[in-house]
C-alpha cells in the first residue's frame, strides 16, 4: 500500500523529508502540502512533488480524503493544533520535535491520543534510529553491566544571535533528554545547571557553556555540556560507564590521514549532516506503521516527558547550581 502524505509546513526539515519520501524512501507519496507561506508549499511541489494538491490552512489538508497520514514540520508553536486535529481525524501523524512547546499541550496530546485507544503519533526523535545509538544501547544493555554515569557534549560552531539561554535546553538539549531515557530505559528525577565563565564569542543574551546534571530514578548521574559557541565544529559526544566496562558512542565514519606531519581526523560542522542517515530510518518506519494506521517509535508520551523535563532544566537554569525535581504522571497503559 502506498501511503498517501500530506505535510504541514514546508520549510528546512518538511522540504528534506519530502525529498525523503518521494526519493529515497518506500511506501509514500506526497499528494497534499501547505504553509503559511504558500510559496514555500508550492516551490516544493515544483521541485519534489508535483502531482500535489497545495491547502490554504493544515486543518483543511488534515481533513482531506486524499490525504493518509500527516507530517508537522511547521514551527513549534503549530504543532499542537495540527496534531490534535490529526487524532481527532483518525489519522497516523509524524511530528517534528517539539511535540508542543509547553508541558500543559503535550499532555492535551497524550490525553487525545489515550482516548482514541490507539497509536497514531510518532515524535521525530530521530537519534533512537541512529547506528551509532543502536550500537551503543546494544553494548549498554548486554555487556558493560548496569551503567553509573553517562558523561555527554552536545557541541555546535557556532548560534545565531536570537539564540537565547534556554533554547540551549529546548533546541539543543531536547535531543539528549530522550535519547537517555532511551538508551538506560530509566526516568529523570531532578536536573541542575552549572555555568563556567561565558565563552569568549558567546553574545549578551547567551550563557554559553553550561552543564546539565539530571539525576534519574535509578540513580544514575548524566552530565552534559552544552557548547554552542565551540567553534571548532559540530560534535556530539556520548560515554556510559556501566558496572563492567564503558561504552562510548561512535564517531561519525571519516577518512583518517596523515597530512602535515599530523595525524588528521575530520570533524563535521553541520548538525544536519550528523543524524542524516537516522532521519531515512525515523521516516520509514512512519511510513511502515502508517500503512497499518497505526504509528510507532518515539510516542506522544516520551514528548510529554521531554517537555516536563526541558522545563525542569530551563527553571534550573534560572536557579543555577539548585537541583529542580522532575515528577512525573502515571504513565498510561497505551504507553507501557
Ligand atoms: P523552518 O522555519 O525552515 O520551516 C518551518 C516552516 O513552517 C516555514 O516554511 C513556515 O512558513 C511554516 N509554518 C510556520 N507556521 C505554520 C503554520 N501554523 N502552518 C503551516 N505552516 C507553518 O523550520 P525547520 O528548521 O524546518 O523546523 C521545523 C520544525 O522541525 C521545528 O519544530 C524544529 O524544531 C523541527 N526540526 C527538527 C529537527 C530534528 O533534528 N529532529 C531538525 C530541524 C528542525
Redesign the pocket.
Known sequence: MTVRIGI???????RDHARRIEQVLAGGKIVAL????RE?AEAVRADIAPDAEIFQT?EELIASPLVDAVLV????A??EQYVLAAIAAGKPCFC???LATTADGARRIVDAEVAHGRRLVQV?F?RRYDAGYIALKEAVTSRTGAPIMVHAAHRNPTVPQHYLTPMAIH?TLI?EIDVFRWLLDDDYVSARVIFPRRAARSHGKLRDPQVVLLETAKGVVIDVEIFVNCHYGYDIQCEVVGEDGIARLPEPMAVQMRLNASLQNPILTDWKDR?IASYDVELQDFLKAAAQGTATGPTCWDGYVAAITSDACVTAQEREGEAVAITLPSRPALYS
Open positions: 504541514i509546513g514546508t520549510g528546512a526539515i518538511g501547505t504553509d503559511v507561506n514555500s493544515g514540520t511547521s514551527w513549534g503549530s504543532h517534528e520535535k517539539p521525530g530521530m533546541d535531543h543524524f
